[in-house]
């Protein structure tokens, strides 16, 4: 489920919020994830709660595919903010 080019929401480490999965790592099974409020970085696919959307990464270039990820994140705080409060919660108390 968690595959390039999927949307998800980074709810451990610093990072919280929407992200998109550029690559994945087989060696030790991490994602590479970059987002409006995500640095670009290896993550735990524990860390991540996926999303049923994607977006195509290959014909975007990097601040047309952060611009697209604000966008999504603005609709997605609207209607699932009660989903991220959980989700975060969860992470801190180690689920």
């Known amino acids: 489920m968690l595959r390039k080019n999927r949307l998800a929401v980074k709810i451990a480490?610093?990072?919280?919020?929407?992200c998109v999965i550029l690559a994945a790592r087989k060696k030790d099974g991490k994602l590479q994830v970059v987002g409006p409020?995500?640095?670009k970085r290896w993550v735990n696919p524990a860390h991540l709660e996926p999303l049923p959307e994607k977006i195509d990464t290959t014909k975007l270039a990097d601040d047309e595919l952060i611009e697209q990820l604000r966008v999504k994140e603005e609709e997605f705080?609207?209607?699932?903010?009660?989903?991220?409060?959980k989700e975060s919660l969860k992470a801190r108390l180690g689920r």
Do not use: A, P
């Not at 480490?13 to 929407?18: A, C, K, V």
């Not at 705080?77 to 409060?85: D, E, H, M, S, V």
């Open 37 to 39: 409020n995500v640095r």
């Open 13 to 18: 480490g610093r990072d919280n919020g929407l």
């Open 77 to 85: 705080k609207q209607t699932k903010l009660t989903f991220i409060q």
